[in-house]
């Protein structure tokens, strides 16, 4: 699956840029503040109608425009097959369509051209909290079980309604029923979340195991509410405490991927380097769970590779991505020193301004 066209209105700083990106590695090159991050942000929403820079659209819309689009040629090698997709969004509106129809869910938008994105941020996924490696598991989850966004809307409204009632004196009767629903969807999505978590450590040995990590990476998944009792036991014994908290204190909301070098947590162990070279890794594995379940891997967006990694690693991540077949929208100041030859397009970014490198 790769954009065979793209077409950015008010984006940041680019205010009409039409690009026809090939399959594979596409280098943007440019100077800070060019727009080449902009470009990885507009994919971004095409992908999901969010920003992975910002969440408030009010930043993003190009400061003299009243709305931005972005309008995609998608083509799936697979089947053959084709189709256009285009999110508008103004300070108070969105719209999304995909071959002119509008949908009515943004994960639509994912399904039809799935992104990985890949950014300065990308540690954080190692030493920061627990909800992004939620997110992690999730990306995966949602591309290779076909119930999970149900389960996962489901969940989060039961949760929602739940945690309303626990702050009602005298409502266990309705805590009750929505302790039903929750334990069902949450069951669920813990049982799914398993299955990807199993099925994740081969995967990250194989991808891993030409890089300079020398140390053995072990992966657990925490549930969320102690195992010892099934989810609707839980539920019931931590009532009293979540009425006195006034929230839901557990289930799949609280889960994590626990990560641990030698029994200990790899946030504490590792210098930053050793983190971002980890975390893109567990990038990587996405990619590749992903092509085994569709057949095809998702487009990467890599802001700034060249700053997140040393030439040993480089060379190899883009080797890769490169054996993988992925689309890659790649940034960097300047032309690659390392893996110049596997880059298959060039373009370069100027003032908003996007030109292919002949």
Not at 129 to 146: K, M, N
Not at 267 to 296: D, F, P, T
Request: proline share 3%.
């Amino acid at each position: 699956m790769h954009l065979t066209s793209l077409d950015v209105r008010s984006v940041r700083n680019l205010q009409s840029v039409s690009i026809h990106p090939v399959p594979g590695i596409n280098l943007f090159t440019g100077e800070n503040g060019a727009g080449k991050t902009s470009l990885l942000e507009a994919v971004s929403l095409l992908s999901t109608g969010r920003s992975f820079r910002s969440g408030a659209i009010s930043t993003i819309i190009s400061a003299e425009a009243e709305e931005l689009s972005v309008i995609g040629h998608i083509k799936n090698e697979l089947t053959g097959s084709s189709c256009i997709s285009g999110i508008s969004r103004s300070r108070d509106a969105l719209l999304a369509k995909i071959d002119g129809q509008t949908i009515a869910r943004l994960s639509e938008l994912a399904s039809a051209l799935p992104c990985l994105e890949i950014t300065a941020r990308n540690h954080e996924l190692i030493e920061g909290g627990p909800t992004l490696r939620r997110s992690y598991i999730d990306w995966i989850v949602f591309h290779v079980e076909h119930q999970f966004g149900d389960n996962y809307r489901r969940y989060r409204h039961a949760l929602s309604q739940r945690n309303a009632a626990l702050k009602i004196p005298g409502s266990d009767a309705i805590l009750d029923s929505w302790d039903r629903e929750l334990e069902k969807s949450g069951t669920a999505i813990h049982e799914q979340r398993l299955t990807v978590v199993e099925a994740f450590g081969n995967h990250y040995e194989a991808v891993a195991a030409n890089l300079p990590l020398d140390y053995e990476i072990d992966f657990s998944y925490s549930a969320g509410w102690n195992r010892e009792y099934s989810f609707a036991k839980a539920l019931q014994v931590a009532r009293l405490n979540c009425q006195r908290l006034g929230t839901t204190s557990v289930g799949p909301h609280r889960a994590d991927l626990r990560i641990r070098v030698k029994k200990q947590d790899v946030r504490y162990m590792n210098s930053r380097g050793q983190q971002k070279l980890l975390a893109i890794v567990m990038k990587l594995v996405q990619c590749e769970i992903y092509k085994q379940h569709h057949g095809h891997p998702p487009i990467v967006l890599f802001d700034d590779m060249s700053s997140e990694l040393d030439d040993i690693a480089q060379e190899y991540v883009v080797s890769h991505l490169k054996k993988l077949g992925v689309q890659v929208f790649l940034t960097a100041i300047s032309d690659m020193t390392v893996g110049k030859s596997l880059i298959d397009q060039r373009f370069h970014v100027e003032q908003g301004l996007i030109g292919k490198v002949i």
